[in-house]
């Protein structure tokens, strides 16, 4: 069936990095737009990213830019995000969801999503 | 960025009531409008795509209208499943920004 499994989250000192992974199955991976989209403790949620079908076409939230990548391996049908100078303020529940073939597409398929927890 | 403006912030409601939740734009948007229902622990899910198209599988007592700015989601008969907390998105222009949510709650 269709699914969307993270992994890679955890507890992080501030300033460190981490890489959260989306292993998607079901689907032809290669064909959809990929996002990434967070929500911290008690809080809404909130669009990360996105990457396009590709991989030729990224977006992301001002507060993550030049500290956060998204990426994508059609090969190994697996989303990535590579957060790097993580802040407190990056604490949450991280969710990789499928668009469409088009970046501005509703977000259909989503995963459990992976705790990343940003502490001294 | 373009703001997403739900209300209400929170709705008191009980079983077989109709319940409408709006939310506004801050610019034009077109259709690229889509409704997602959050519960605690769990993925969101998509209810509405593109400000009016029911998601497979989703009940027809969901429903979404408008266009431009301002949109609303309807629920026609409240089922005990549907408490839960109601999300917009916008996805006309990057960042893809969501409403702050309404939580719907048992009255």
């Known amino acids: 069936q269709v699914q969307l499994v993270e992994s890679g989250g955890g507890v992080v000192q501030p300033g460190r990095s981490l890489r959260l992974s989306c292993a998607a199955s079901g689907f032809i991976f290669s064909s959809y737009a990929m996002h990434w989209v967070r929500q911290a403790p008690g809080k809404g949620l909130e669009w990360v990213a996105v990457?396009?079908?590709?991989?030729?076409?990224?977006y992301y939230v001002d507060s993550v830019k030049g500290r956060f990548t998204i990426s994508r391996d059609n090969s190994k049908t697996t989303l990535y995000l590579q957060m790097n100078s993580l802040r407190p303020e990056d604490t949450a529940v991280y969710y990789c969801a499928r668009g469409g073939y088009s970046i501005y597409d509703a977000s259909e398929i989503w995963g459990q999503g992976t705790r990343v927890t940003v502490s001294s | 960025d373009i703001q997403m403006t739900q209300s209400p912030s929170s709705l008191s409601a009980s079983v077989g009531d109709r319940v409408t939740i709006t939310c506004r734009a801050s610019q034009s948007i077109s259709n690229y409008l889509h409704w997602y229902q959050k519960k605690p622990g769990k993925a969101p899910k998509l209810l509405i795509y593109s400000a009016s198209s029911l998601q497979s599988a989703v009940p027809s007592r969901f429903s979404g209208s408008g266009s431009g700015t301002d949109f609303t989601l309807t629920i026609s008969s409240l089922q005990p499943e549907d408490f839960a907390t109601y999300y917009c998105?916008?996805?006309?222009?990057?960042?893809?920004?969501f409403g702050q949510g309404t939580k719907l709650e048992i009255k």
């Open positions: 998105q916008q996805t006309d222009i990057t960042p893809y920004t």
């Open positions: 990457i396009s079908y590709d991989g030729g076409h990224k």
